[in-house]
């Protein structure tokens, strides 16, 4: 069974930072793309970052240049720094199995999220 655990949310100032992680069991984290994944109430999830796996990296026109994903596969961790971050509407992120075209097939392969909130 895919399991995917997100902690490291939470609120901060505008222009801060946090750090995501994201802990996978239950399969062959190495050999999987992953995404981390976005979603504001009311709204559609929204792709925000993918790591192959041998760590070739992918953002989202949003995201470029603020936040780094990244992967340990020793540990079966996925991480996601993130910069500078701007004032909006609340989102759950979450770490998903696939890339930028395939995490929506399966929502199982989604961990719960974290919530995070950018707010003065």
């Known amino acids: 069974e895919v399991q995917l655990v997100e902690s490291g949310g939470g609120t901060v100032k505008p222009g801060g930072s946090l750090r995501l992680s994201c802990a996978a069991d239950g399969f062959a984290f190495s050999i999987y793309e992953m995404s981390w994944v976005r979603q504001a109430p009311g709204k559609g999830p929204e792709w925000v970052s993918s790591?192959?796996?041998?760590?070739?990296?992918y953002y989202s026109d949003s995201v470029e240049d603020r936040f780094t994903i990244s992967r340990d596969n020793a540990e079966n961790r996925l991480y996601l720094q993130m910069n500078n971050l701007p004032p909006e509407d609340p989102a759950l992120y979450y770490c998903?199995?696939?890339?930028?075209?395939?995490?929506?097939?399966?929502?199982?392969?989604w961990g719960q999220g974290t919530q995070v909130t950018v707010s003065v």
């Open positions: 790591i192959s796996s041998r760590s070739i990296t």
């Open positions: 998903a199995v696939g890339g930028r075209t395939t995490y929506a097939l399966r929502r199982d392969y």
